[in-house]
């Protein structure tokens, strides 16, 4: 694509990016064939060519209006259009660096602008965030449906394995997971407790950046950045082996930490490490197969009734981190028969906090996605990201859990 930036980007980083972007994108329109929002709203400029024209005019030098932004706050940044692009056009970023310049030029007002204030200044902070989540969690009972479905029930982390080996790797907590799933991370201390490895969540750490970047603040997103790398750093050049991620959307934010402080002389060294050294837990996992397997030899057959599973992989895991059928061959080889999913790599509208700003596409993409979940006999749903899970169970009676929950159950049976 023939591209002419305006003088306010061409020379910068960010504009330098852009026009690499632009220029790998040949008009082909595969990618709308697996769009969500264009699925649903059949509109050119809710699919990705029609954002990236967008996007490419308002470079140029055209002046972007609430309509522009609006066709760019639709989208999920779900990237299934990335997985199916046969030119590698890496369209995340370019939205990133888009709505970034529209968002300087059109200033959000009203509500819309107070609750992107709000859910920056809530989500992020842990603590704060997980007062809040456990009054609603008190007084869950009596919330109206709106606000019930988004607070799970009051669960714990469960037991701490005593720990003691000479494997380490580290954890990342997360800023809403451990509030609302607490025993996400406690199950996979469990789990790797038995193939030998400490789990260790470092204190100073929080929030992995993505709410905020996702939210047009970068520059805090960087600061949260800065804060894991320092948080962990000791710890990295102690030994710790690995930065084990259980929230596959931190994941991406976490594995992108190379390219966020690319231009910063203090971190981005230490960055591209720790972009390195970033894992999802299902490639923790993965990679001790053989010995996970000893441990599932011991273990009962799963009773009938149990074993039907539907898995829901995340975007941000299949797509973002490219990481397809990890998961499904750890839950077949813990006992699960995994159903059929129709359209599995369509999002389910969780997308952040995609859920709370465009809440009527969301609803009829989880409505969507559950029917194909559901479809196949499953009793149970597993996923690999806190947002979904939040998202799916407010949806459906089914129990729907994280995959590693399963597993240590499994274990814990043996």
Same mark, same amino acid.
């Given at each position: ?7 306010? #980007? ?43 024209? &967008? #996007? ?6 055209? @002046? *972007? ?58 989500? *992020? ?46 954890? &990342? ?114 990679? @001790? ?126």
């Amino acid at each position: 694509m023939e591209t002419h930036l305006a003088d306010f #980007i061409r020379d910068t980083t960010a504009g330098r990016e852009a026009e690499e972007i632009l220029r790998r994108c040949v008009h082909c329109g595969f990618c709308t064939a697996t769009c969500p929002t264009y699925q649903l709203l059949g509109d050119e400029l809710d699919g990705p060519r029609g954002r990236i024209y &967008l #996007i490419k005019q308002v470079l140029e030098g055209a @002046e *972007p209006t609430e309509k522009t932004r609006l066709h760019l706050d639709r989208c999920l940044t779900c990237r299934s259009c990335e997985s199916t692009c046969p030119s590698g056009v890496h369209y995340s970023r370019l939205l990133d660096i888009g709505r970034e310049v529209v968002e300087r030029r059109v200033p959000r007002k009203g509500v819309d602008a107070a609750l992107r204030t709000t859910l920056k200044a809530l989500l *992020p902070r842990a603590g704060l965030f997980g007062t809040a989540m456990k009054l609603g969690q008190m007084v869950r009972l009596a919330l109206p449906p709106v606000l019930k479905a988004k607070v799970p029930p009051l669960s714990s982390a469960g037991v701490t394995p005593r720990g003691g080996h000479a494997r380490k790797m580290i954890a &990342l907590a997360g800023c809403a997971q451990p509030s609302m799933y607490p025993n996400i991370n406690g199950a996979t201390r469990r789990v790797l407790d038995r193939l030998g490895i400490d789990m260790i969540e470092p204190a100073g750490q929080g929030c992995c950046g993505a709410v905020r970047f996702h939210l047009n603040k970068a520059e805090a997103a960087r600061d949260d950045a800065r804060r894991n790398i320092d948080a962990w750093w000791p710890l990295l050049e102690s030994g710790a082996e690995a930065i084990v991620v259980t929230a596959s959307g931190c994941g991406v934010q976490v594995k992108d930490y190379a390219h966020l402080l690319q231009d910063d002389p203090d971190y981005a060294h230490k960055a591209a490490r720790v972009a390195l050294l970033a894992r999802d837990v299902s490639e923790v996992i993965a990679a @001790e197969t053989v010995r996970l397997s000893l441990l599932l030899a011991d273990c009962p057959p799963l009773p009938e009734a149990e074993r039907a599973l539907a898995f829901h992989s995340p975007c941000t895991l299949q797509h973002g981190q490219q990481i397809r059928g990890s998961v499904e061959a750890l839950l077949t080889a813990a006992g699960y028969r995994l159903t059929p999913v129709a359209d599995s790599h369509l999002c389910c509208g969780s997308a952040g906090t995609y859920s709370i700003l465009q809440p009527e596409i969301s609803t009829r993409l989880r409505d969507n996605k559950i029917a194909a979940l559901t479809a196949g006999g499953a009793t149970a749903i597993a996923s690999a990201n806190v947002g979904c899970i939040g998202h799916l169970s407010a949806g459906t009676r089914h129990a729907v859990k994280h995959w590693i929950e399963l597993v240590d159950a499994r274990l814990a049976a043996g």
